[in-house]
């Protein structure tokens, strides 16, 4: 493979270099938190660990001022195998991106002299996938993690109440948002986002993953409503009857607006003028069917209940990350409700699960040793005779344990069978010709590839699962006629693999958005003799860890214990060496290590930390909650973790 | 602060005093003497069933005799005859635990006595908090039952059970010669369907309790060998501990330990630890001992089960095994005791045995299991439990099956005293059932 | 291997409930309305009775059961469960009227198979006590086996709705926050403010209706509820233990005209005996619970014998997972508590709760054009040793003692292998009291 351009996945293409300002932002970003600072009590560590990644999210973003600049807008895409739409044989030719669109495809294309060439012998393209709902880009509001008083809790303010039709994603879209770039490592090239919130979060928009800001991704705003059976806290609507009244009276409240209105337009004589709702007015598109209600609804008893909301008001329903459709098949058919599959999974169970069943045990026969010295003391002469009386008993009992339990073998069937259940639905949509797409509310980018390939292993075609990716989310989101296939004059969105997409092994190589190329890194494999036997890197020890962050306690420290097959970490920051975090039983993937805490103080904050080792030190990003994504990286002290 | 504070001593006061106005619960007073049930079908429990009288002198059974039987049944000084044809006498009903006494009204707390501040209090005493005048005494006991273990509840030891009669105007009078510490096993499981701790959680709290049961376990051991030495050596023990004091009779078996535990793996973790700690234990609740049978049984560590009117703990379990459980016990060997686990409805104790019963135990097991087994396990065996010569008058005289509703309890005796058929309950019954004046005023 | 076993254990279950003719032979038939037949047929055609009578011939393709020696009494009917809802309270307000409990059915509680192993073929889904005025309940058919919510519901039985007296809501709503009803005084108040701005709503929209007025009135559910109250259109259930409590309901009332009222748990019922019977309110109690809490302290087993005998149609109800699966055994405490015959014993938990319901046309006895629901025992079900037998709800057997698989449930979580354990509470002192407070933030409750 030949590769002439060089654009990271990770990184934007600065088009437009509006970020000239960003040292004089961070300075005077910088004074304020260190103002701020000499007020705060500094003991307090999690406030200020908030406040910090507070004003973090209003600093420019740091990673890319290097970048070179765009030489040209036009690419070739040569000798591929080209899959234009879901059911087409792959073709074998060559596909010309001009102005963010495609501009020729097939065997004989004309290459412009200015064209970048990228020789995509034996790759395979596909055209971009769409999400069809998410939170992608999409930063969650302030208020959403307190927990306001009101003094009548029966009636509190709408917004309070997490009823905020009115709102609309396009408001929130923050293109720094790590799960834009996860989403395009993906092959992801648009994204249907809807604001976090509760009962009625907001609206949707329709975006390109690639952009400087909201303006530039944008394709449509509300698009949507977007809704989800989440309560009020401590305030009506609270419980899921509270949320059906609401819901209901929402509606009705706009059904009579809608008419209100427009006997006042008619005619204003004698009719009181409506009084203005932003809430209600904003469900008025829902009302006349202009909006369809892309309603979360992941459980059977979720997906009966927001069906049975649409039978009751007649609204246009979109059953959306839905996981458990099994036995609500018959009335999705029946209603025409369109349907958007989670890709999230439950985890198959592991193989060597009687092994680690083993293991406890030892663990707590090992106890009954403890408790068995802990009374009077004993001999050392005792010690050994109990012990070898425990190793004598312990046999016996795994002798014992071998016998099968016929309960437990009865339980372990059933759960079997229930993720059995939830992997095959797609395959079930499938035979009853219910197109879906899929959704990403409550998962997670990378669960996509094996997710779906765990669909197809359960009956699911290929086809079809492509269609979910694009012609299909293309179709619901009414943008077939710019994307979802690879087409001359469509968007340019393109998804380059190395392999068939649905191989196994198959890797995205590159992600064209709107014609702008995301090469993926390709990461480096250590060699196994360097680390653990099963190609995981040896990251035991002490280190010391910076954050991309401009702050004066933006250091500190991380040790790494290996316990069994897990990790435990334990981090703390440089202003309270005494204070550590700790983290178990997190698993190390490759080189890479995945753990989140919590810091709580008064409001609760997740911390998510992504790291790649690479043998003496580390890069990666730190989240923090809603306030953002941050780079971090860190060196190795010493290969003891103590402090 | 402080005036909030006030106000709620008047109001607890105003409560406590409302309580003890009508503290009479009974219209006439409990007699005592000699009694004769004559021409009675008495169903001893331990010897059998059959036609006969019982005397009753000085609160004790002084003769059981089968009709034409040549005992002569003389009485010094005259004896209250009582004709029992077509009745029958059955041993007091013994519910193995209970809060009776120790609570008045669920919901007012300061009428709560049984779960006081702690979690190592083995020291707090049940019999001390006994309300002799409690509204729910005279309710239950007219239902049959005689005698119950009111029992502390809260934390890791919440105190020491104590056995009581249900009759008797002080604690001392009510005691039943049965006291012991109880111990709230380690539990693993969630504590209701509102727990939302994280199963993780859940572990790291069991640990937690693991660690400080054995830490409590180690001292109280060290303990004991210091006094043992200290009494030995005739010197002065060092300072006042109630909570060690309370242990030390569990140590030196002479006191048997109350593992209140319901989950089947805390089960099997309960049975270990009394195995390793050498502990002379009665294991209660058990829930899930159904599935853990044979290993009780090997232990041979008794049980008190119960509720067994209950729930099953999991989704997936048998509909019925609640009611099961008592008699697979049972059936493995396991000596069992049934317990409401009640405060004001102890009055279900027949009920709770005779679903057991049904569900797998058979009567005459489930009769035991509230009569002559909680004797047994409480070290009572020769003088509560059965009708039998020389055992204390506790007994019942009924119109049939005490499991049955049907069944009227016509006479109860506790300690040889006739109480009387009476109780807030009835008397309500009696006034309201044709109101005066009705509609009209 | 272990898959299909797994499957086949699926198939008994849908076989369990898939015939809706039956005939069930020879069993004794305890008919609630008609007296007690020995040794008599009784065939369910359709999901209905079609027939009772000595030597029914079974019409061709008709399952026949074999009854000999089993007593076959009408479904039971639970006139005060939770059973089979995701929500109890919606506790945000002293009046929620506009919720309903029928929003969050969920047939997937294995609570309700276990309620069919006691016989129990309805029970009343209510609102908890949180709320002067809870939200609106739901009759439920024990269709164990469906997956679908909507198939739980009893089609055709009246709208029913919350109300709740006394400490709770004054505990919920003026200790915990401050808003009336802190006292039994305002409890009086709240609900007269209810049904006249009901009462408003509908006149409201009466005016507008017939065009004496332009603007349409801002929509409400809650007055809309009200108003379908005052209408007529819902039977109220009202949550009550004290007789000043239980008079001032009734008086409010009939200041509106409203007469459909049945008292919940009503524990000092036995003190105004005669004024509920004057007023035609019924009574749904518990067999014997008490002391709970400081409203029901003065309260008697006798209760319902007192408000039976004084002429009170009178239910006994559950409110409760555990007492819900052996209300027999419940109804049956009303002989040791006021020797009631076992018809008026058994009529408690059948035609009486019916009434209550607004669905004793449809179920509660053994009649001919009645719904099918039977629950067969194998002794009388007054007795201790009675054990559930089948339990048919509309002609299918949603219980069968003989097809009973350990693990019924519906609905397995993909994340767990062994279901976790869960310490129960219906013992031990009822904590709050009854099972109407679930759900209701705990902050707000008093430990007791």
Known sequence: ?643 | MKYLYINIIVLAGLLLGCTSSIHSQITKKASYGNFIIKNATIVTVTKGTFEGSVTIQDGIISGVSKSGSKDKTVMEGGATIIDAKGMYVYPGMIDGGTHIGLGEIGAVSLTQDYNELGDFIPHMQALTAVNPSSVNIPVNRIAGVTTALACPDGGLFPGTAALIHLHGYTPEQMFAGFKAPILNFPASGKRGRWDRRSEEDVKKDEEKANKKLNDIWTKAKQYTKIDSLATAKNKKKAGFNPQMDALMPVIRNEMPLLIVVNKDSDIKAAIKWVETQNVKAIFMGVAEGWRVAEEIAKAEIPVIVGPVLDNPRRASDPYEINYANPGILAKAGVQVAIRTNETENVRNLPYNAGFAATYGMGIDEALKAITINPAQIFGLGDKLGSIEKGKIANLIICTGDPFETKTDVKHVFINGWNIPMESRQTLLYDEFLDRSPGMNK | MKRLLFILSFVIICHVGYSQDILVKNGTLITITDGVKENTDILIRNGKISQIAKGIKAPSGVEVIDAEGMYIMPGIIDAHSHLGIDAVNEATDPNTAHVWVGDALNPYDVGIYRALAGGVTTSHAMHGSANAVGGQCETIKHRWGVHDPEELRMIGAPRTIKFALGENPMRVHGEGRGLTPRTRMGMEQVFRKSFADGQAYMDAWNDYNSGKVKTPPAYDLKMQTMADILKGEILIHCHSYRADEILMLMDVLSDYGVKNITFQHVNEGFKVAPELAAFGAHASVFSDWWAYKFEVYYSTAYNATILAKNGVVTSINSDSRELIRHLYHEAAKTQKYGDLSDNEALKMITINPAIQLGIDKEVGSLEKGKDGDLAIFNKHPLSIYAIPQKTIVDGHIRFDIDNDMDDIRLDVDPTETIPAYIETQSHGGHSCGDGCMQGVAEHLLHKH
């Open chain 1, 1 to 643: 493979m030949q590769v002439t351009g060089n654009y990271s996945i990770g990184s934007t293409i600065d088009k437009h270099q509006i970020f000239k300002n960003r040292r004089i932002i961070a300075n005077i970003s910088l004074n304020w938190i260190l103002r701020i600072f000499t007020i705060m009590n500094r003991t307090i560590r999690a406030i200020s660990f908030i406040a910090l990644f507070c004003f973090l999210s209003f600093m420019g973003n740091s990673q890319n001022s290097d970048e070179p600049a765009v030489i040209t807008a036009k690419f070739v895409i040569q000798n591929v195998h080209i899959i234009a739409k879901p059911g087409t044989p792959a073709s074998f030719g060559s596909v010309l991106i001009e102005d963010g669109m495609i501009k020729q495809v097939g065997r004989a294309v004309t290459i412009p002299f200015d064209a970048e060439i990228i020789d995509g012998d034996s790759m395979y393209v596909y055209a971009g996938f769409i999400d069809a709902l998410s939170h992608t880009g999409v930063k969650k509001s302030d208020t959403d993690d307190d927990r306001p008083k009101v003094k009548n809790p029966g009636y509190p303010p709408n917004d309070v109440a997490g009823i905020t039709p009115e709102l609309s994603a396009f408001d929130f879209i923050s293109h720094k948002e790590k799960s834009i770039k996860d989403m395009r490592g993906q092959g992801f090239g648009i994204s249907h986002v809807v604001p976090h919130g509760r009962l009625f979060p907001g609206q949707g928009a329709i975006i390109l993953l690639d952009g400087n800001n909201a303006d530039e991704m944008t394709i449509k705003k509300n698009t949507s409503t977007y809704s989800q059976f989440k309560g009020a806290r401590g305030m009506y609507p609270q419980t899921i009857i509270g949320q059906m009244a609401k819901w209901r009276e929402m509606y009705r409240s706009a059904s009579y607006a809608k008419k209100h209105n427009s006997s006042f337009a008619t005619n204003p004589v004698g009719i009181k003028r409506p009084s203005y709702d932003k809430a209600i007015e904003a469900l008025i598109p829902v009302v006349d069917k202009k909006q369809k209600v892309y309603f979360k609804a992941s459980k059977a008893m979720e997906i009966s209940r927001a069906m049975a909301l649409q039978k009751d008001l007649g609204f246009s329903i979109v059953l959306s990350d839905v996981k458990q459709a099994t036995h609500a098949i018959k009335s999705i058919k029946a209603s025409k409700a369109d349907i958007l599959l989670s890709i999230s999974l439950p985890k198959e169970e592991k193989k060597d699960e009687d092994k680690k069943k083993e293991e406890k045990d030892k663990v707590s026969d090992s106890k009954v040793i403890e408790g068995s010295t802990i009374g009077a003391p004993l001999s050392a002469k005792e010690v050994e005779k109990k012990k070898k009386e425990h190793k004598a008993k312990s046999k016996k009992e795994k002798k014992k344990k071998k016998k099968k339990d016929p309960e437990k073998e009865r339980l372990e069937a059933r759960k079997k069978a229930a993720v059995a259940e939830y992997v095959s639905q797609a395959a079930m949509l499938e035979k009853n010709n219910i197109p879906f797409s899929f959704s990403f509310i409550d998962s997670k980018a990378k669960d996509l590839h094996p997710n779906i390939r765990r669909m197809i292993a359960a009956g699911l075609s290929e086809k079809t699962a492509l269609a979910a990716l694009t012609t299909e989310p293309a179709k619901l989101l009414g943008i077939s006629n710019i994307a979802g296939t690879i087409e001359k004059g469509k968007l340019a969105n393109i998804v380059m693999t190395d392999k068939p997409y649905f191989e196994e092994k198959s890797k995205i190589n590159y992600v064209f958005v709107e014609g702008t190329p995301f090469k993926t890194e390709v990461k480096k494999k250590k060699k196994k003799s360097e680390d653990g036997a099963d190609g995981s890197a040896d990251i035991v020890g002490k280190w010391t860890y910076e954050m991309n962050i401009p702050m004066p306690d933006n250091t500190g420290v991380i040790l790494i214990e290996k316990t069994d097959d897990t990790y435990k970490v334990s981090i703390a920051s440089v202003d309270d060496l005494t204070d550590f975090e700790e983290i178990e039983d997190i698993e190390l993937d490759g080189n890479n290590l995945v753990f989140d805490f919590d810091v709580t103080d008064g409001m609760t904050m997740n911390v998510e930390m992504d790291l790649n080792f690479d043998g003496e030190s580390f890069e990666g990003t730190v989240t923090a909650g809603q306030f953002g994504t941050f780079d971090m990286s860190g060196s190795r002290e010493s290969k003891t973790p103590k402090f």
